[in-house]
């Protein structure tokens, strides 16, 4: 192993540490390879300005020279990470760190995909009952710390066929989004509220730090289960925007989780 295979090493094994990303910029400029270094730098200052919360146009120039960077040596970048086919990869603080791919790809190739890059947040595509059982055949998958699902992939209860049969505990966030909100079909405002009361009775789910139901459908059941959840004490976000809901229920969620509510 390479003094540069170590150090990357130490990012990947300390994914939430900047320190080790930066100490890796410093061998990449010492050894050539300054426009990387450079990358990982900014987009680490970049993120450290959000979470100050930093005015936006304070770090614009950074922005641009990131994304600017990233255009011109992407592909290389992605080389040794990104290698299968309907794998989308995206950069966080220099590295990539979420990574969106079917299940029978994670299945499959994760392990590797996770020794090559400190990859916190997996996106998974063509969701179905049996390859999402088949997770818990996967020891890598208990390596993800933030689950993301598209909601309109998700039948009826196969949430809750995840989260019964294959162990979650792991699992730091996890986000079941929609993009298109159809507020005029029948049904549609509590269509997710079953899978939402499962989530809330979830043991399993009991270390969940964040927790993103962007316009599911939620409804006033749902709402209720989420705001009465002896399990979700640990939550610093609990995110329902687009979720119609009436004010008594998300009265409850004000009360119970207060300004970690967004709706």
């Known amino acids: ?131 999402l059982i088949g997770l818990d055949r996967a020891p890598h998958f208990r390596r993800v710390r933030r689950l993301k699902l598209f909601r309109g992939e998700l039948r009826h209860y196969m949430l809750g066929g995840l989260l019964n049969r294959v162990s979650v505990a792991h699992l730091r966030g996890l986000a079941v989004a929609e993009f298109v909100v159809d507020g005029t079909s029948a049904g549609w405002h509590a269509r997710f509220a079953a899978d939402a009361a499962h989530i809330a009775q979830t043991p399993d789910l009991a270390e969940l730090e964040e927790l993103d139901l962007s316009a599911c459908g939620v409804g006033d059941a749902g709402g209720r289960a989420l705001a009465e959840s002896r399990y979700l004490r640990r939550l610093r976000r609990l995110t329902l925007r687009w979720n119609p809901m009436s004010e008594l229920v998300v009265a409850l969620l004000r009360d119970r989780f207060g300004d970690r509510l967004q709706v």
């Open 1 to 131: 192993m390479t003094d540069g295979d170590a150090l990357l090493r130490a990012v990947i094994d300390s994914p939430d540490d900047d320190t080790p990303r930066l100490v890796y910029a410093d061998w990449l400029e010492d050894h050539g390879q300054s426009e990387r270094a450079e990358f990982i730098r900014l987009q680490v200052e970049v993120a450290r300005a959000e979470a100050d919360g930093r005015d936006y146009n304070e770090v614009y120039a950074l922005r641009m020279r990131a994304v600017e960077l990233q255009k011109a040596h992407k592909a290389d970048w992605l080389a040794g990470v990104c290698r299968w086919k309907r794998t989308s990869c995206f950069f966080e603080r220099g590295f990539v760190g979420e990574v969106w791919c079917s299940v029978k790809s994670f299945v499959d190739h994760g392990a590797a995909l996770l020794d090559a890059a400190p990859v916190r947040t997996v996106g998974l595509r063509r969701l179905a009952d049996s390859n």
